[in-house]
């Protein structure tokens, strides 16, 4: 056998022990409830006078869910069946009042859970008269049915008997069927009222009731249990309702109290002392549970209405923010609430930020017309609230932001909610950011007025530069070639002289402007393909003035594959011309200077050596200053300004290389170029 | 005997460009600035003309801009002398319609070479007399 099938055998069982044993429990109270009422129905009647078993077994009914319910119903029947037997009545007889009870459980169960009803909850008034319903209609059913039994098996007459039934059964429902519904929390009262008002039930109702003289003061109890219903649980209240219920069953049984006496006084048939009982209970449950179930409700009404009220209250009177209630009429508003945090805020006490007169004027200064117009369109209901900062009347330095929500509307009147937070701190830091700002903005535009004045002087420097150089160069130039007439071998020696120191002055000066455009960065290199060889030779054409009169050996080593780099033709052949003069100036005579142009996969290398008086070591690191000169050069008093080594490095970073010196001093020196290859593939196909 | 109009607010520059100029064989006239070209020009015709590029009232790349908006000396070629060397100068020079544009400093014989390359391709580009034979028919096809 599978697990699933012992699972569905299992089906429908009660399934926990708890439950099993509820229902036993329930059952056996019936069993034995039921023994005890047709013990102590009245002398000479066929029906017992109260039957609280009805109201005990409906509530298990109540109790059980889906084929528990079957189950609950068929012990009950059973139970019925046999506690009538054992009582004395013939089967047929006890087979038909089990069945009464049967069907009364039945019709208990249906109403209370048929048409949306929560069933097992009593909690409103709409619980009750639900409740008030289902006891009447089981009742009646349950009289029907033992009437028309008792006519069938027993000499008793219908109606007295269906009715005697209807009344017991519907008096126990009501007092006993409360004890099994959900009502509302239980409620702690103090022990000493506990016990004076449990006292006070079972006392009143054994005096009143268990009273041998006849005097009619059943009403006593009645009191007693308002009492109840006005301070206890629901649950309490049902419970002493039980109480009153069993004592006056058992004294009135005895023959004791006021419906008993006064019955034997006046001769009247037992089924009437019953029927006494019963309405007396009726009226008890009639009058106190409703009265318990409002008392209740507005118990519970008032936690939550406090609750929230706490709630709300929290909020705002322990809200971090200042807080305002206002209430408008006609854009003027005026505070009818507030929070220490605001007073606090606003520097006044409670009862000055609630005095009369219009809010905004008199405590926001600047800034309250848009305040206003806010207002209005949250009244116009355009916006759903406004925001924004304003400043303190009384302190115009203090910054509040503050956020206006709708609260309500009544009528013409408008609640607002006012929350106030102070951004003062906020407001100076912005300000003095903003000032920082704008400070940094000036320093910005100044630093950019000194760039271009920079600029300017440089392109004016230029042109007033050149232009008297180009008229000295140019005159001399005039002569030597003899357009102002013939000139001797003596002037033309002076007029050679002119000429190249002009040129000299021609090219300090553009070294000057080039350093000066380099250092500014507006000497755009114009970037083309272009092979580092040709660029070797140019410059090697380039120095030959410098050559005349001088002997020294000038190489050229490149190989045979092209070496492309991207470069600004023109200022390349500048870097290495630099290079080579200040080779040639600083070789002396019998020397040599060496070109050489390579590559490795990804740089172009081009390396000029010379076999000069070289760098002194400790001098090498500031070769490539600005205006440095080595102290062997000055030593020896060679010409130059030290500006072409930082002419030569800006260049070369700015085509993406590097420039770097090798030297010892007495031997020669070797710079060499590094640029990144323009395209290392071509190199390669043309080397293979 | 070819004429040229040098413009340059620099008298010893402009002398001396009139030096190299005239070396060539050509005639020179001479003017101040920029204005003052231009109001010469409305009269002349010259066979090249020398413009300073940096001169008060116009600049020379305006005198050059105008030259070529002008129906009589759209064909003059035009050189433009400037102490500005940057790239962005010489393309504004060329694009305003120049035909040379020297750098100072300068040689005066960079100014003869460029002056009497001009003068000779003028001479050789003179367009060829257009010839109608009226029998051929029009080809129509090009």
């Known amino acids: ?463 007033e530069l050149r232009t008297p150089v180009t008229s000295v160069v140019g005159y001399t130039e005039m002569l030597i070639d003899g357009v102002g007439g013939d000139v001797n071998p003596d002037q033309r020696d002076m007029l050679g002289r002119i000429r190249r120191n002009g040129q000299r002055l021609m090219v300090l000066i553009e070294d000057l402007l080039t350093a000066s455009r380099l250092e500014s960065g507006a000497n755009t290199p114009v970037l083309r393909n272009h092979d580092l060889r040709d660029t070797a030779k140019g410059a090697l054409e380039g120095v030959a003035p410098l050559l005349r009169d001088r002997r020294l050996r000038m190489n050229l080593e490149v190989g045979s594959q092209p070496t492309p780099v991207l470069a600004d033709a023109g200022q390349l052949e500048r870097l290495v011309m630099n290079l080579l003069s200040n080779a040639i100036k600083f070789t002396p005579d019998g020397g040599a200077v060496t070109v050489r142009v390579s590559h490795s996969d990804t740089n172009a290398l081009l390396s000029v050596s010379d076999t000069g008086m070289g760098i002194p070591e400790d001098e090498q690191d500031q070769l490539f200053s600005r205006f440095f000169r080595s102290s062997s050069a000055q030593r020896q008093a060679i010409q130059g300004t030290g500006i072409g080594l930082s002419i030569v490095r800006g260049i070369a970073s700015q085509h993406g290389g590097a420039v770097s010196a090798a030297s010892v001093e007495g031997l020669g020196s070797t710079f060499t170029l590094n640029l990144p290859l323009d395209d290392p593939a071509a190199v390669d196909a043309a080397t293979l | 005997m070819p004429l040229a109009l040098i413009a340059d607010d620099d008298a010893d520059i402009r002398d001396l460009l009139s030096l190299a100029v005239g070396r060539t064989g050509a005639q020179t006239v001479l003017v101040e600035d920029g204005r003052e070209a231009v109001r010469r020009l409305q009269d002349i015709t010259p066979d090249v003309i020398l413009l300073d590029v940096q001169m008060p009232g116009l600049s020379g790349i305006e005198v050059c801009w105008w030259i070529r908006r002008q129906r009589h000396l759209v064909h003059v070629p035009v050189i433009l002398v400037s102490s500005r060397t940057s790239p962005f100068e010489i393309d504004a020079g060329l694009l305003a319609g120049a035909n040379h544009y020297v750098t100072k400093p300068f040689s005066p014989a960079h100014i003869m070479a460029v002056v009497a390359q001009l003068l000779t391709e003028r001479a050789a580009l003179a367009l060829p007399a257009p010839v109608v034979i009226p029998d051929l028919p029009m080809q129509r096809d090009c």
């Not at chain 1, 449950?285 to 929290?314: G, K, Y």
Request: aromatic share 8%.
């Open chain 1, 1 to 463: 056998m599978t697990t699933a099938g012992l699972t569905a055998y299992g089906k429908g069982l009660p399934r926990r022990p708890r439950e099993v044993a509820v229902g036993v429990a329930v059952l056996a109270v019936v069993f034995v409830l039921m023994l005890t009422s047709v013990r102590l129905a009245p002398v000479g009647s066929t029906v017992a006078a109260w039957w609280p078993a009805a109201g005990v077994s409906a509530g298990g009914v109540l109790l059980t869910r889906g084929r528990q319910r079957v189950v609950m119903l068929a012990g009950i029947w059973l139970v019925c069946l046999s506690a009538n037997v054992i009582g004395g009545r013939h089967v047929p007889s006890a087979a038909g009042f089990a069945f009464a009870n049967l069907a009364e459980c039945v019709v208990v169960a249906l109403l209370m859970f048929g048409y949306g009803g929560q069933g097992r909850s009593l909690r409103t008034m709409q619980d009750f008269w639900r409740l008030l319903l289902a006891a009447f209609c089981g009742a009646v059913v349950a009289g029907a049915l033992g009437g028309l039994s008792a006519t069938a098996f027993t000499p008793a007459p219908f109606l007295p008997t269906a009715r005697s039934v209807a009344a017991s059964h519907l008096a126990a429902l009501l007092v006993i069927l409360p004890l099994f519904l959900r009502t509302g929390p239980t409620i702690h009262r103090r022990p000493w009222e506990r016990v004076v008002q449990w006292t006070g039930v079972v006392v009143s109702t054994s005096v009143v009731f268990g009273l041998t003289q006849q005097v009619p003061v059943a009403f006593v109890a009645i009191p007693v249990l308002v009492w109840s219903a006005l301070r206890n649980s629901l649950r309490t209240t049902s419970l002493q309702l039980l109480c009153v219920g069993v004592l006056v069953s058992v004294f009135t049984a005895r023959g004791h109290g006021p419906f008993a006496l006064s019955a034997s006084g006046s001769n009247l048939p037992p089924e009437t002392v019953a029927s006494l009982v019963q309405a007396f209970l009726a009226v008890c449950a009639f009058t106190v549970l409703p009265l318990s179930l409002t008392v209740m409700q507005r118990r519970e009404l008032l936690a939550r209405v406090s609750e929230s009220e706490e709630v709300f209250r929290h909020g705002f009177a322990d809200a971090m923010l200042g807080m305002f209630i206002l209430r408008c009429e006609d854009a003027y508003p005026r505070a009818i609430e507030a929070n220490d945090v605001a007073a606090r805020l606003l520097g006044q006490d409670r009862g000055a930020l609630l005095s009369d007169g219009d809010w905004l004027e008199n405590f926001l200064e600047p800034g309250r017309s848009e305040v206003r117009a806010g207002m209005l369109a949250i009244m116009a209901e355009t916006s759903k609230g406004w925001r924004g900062e304003v400043q303190l009347a009384q302190d115009p330095s203090r910054w509040i932001e503050l956020v206006l929500s709708t609260l309500n509307r009544d009528g013409s009147h408008y609640m607002f909610t006012a929350q106030l937070v102070d951004t003062t701190e906020q407001h100076s830091a912005r300000q003095l950011l903003e000032a920082a700002l704008v400070k940094e903005r000036e320093a910005v535009v100044e630093l950019r007025r000194l760039n271009d004045a920079k600029s300017t002087f440089v392109s004016s420097v230029s042109h």
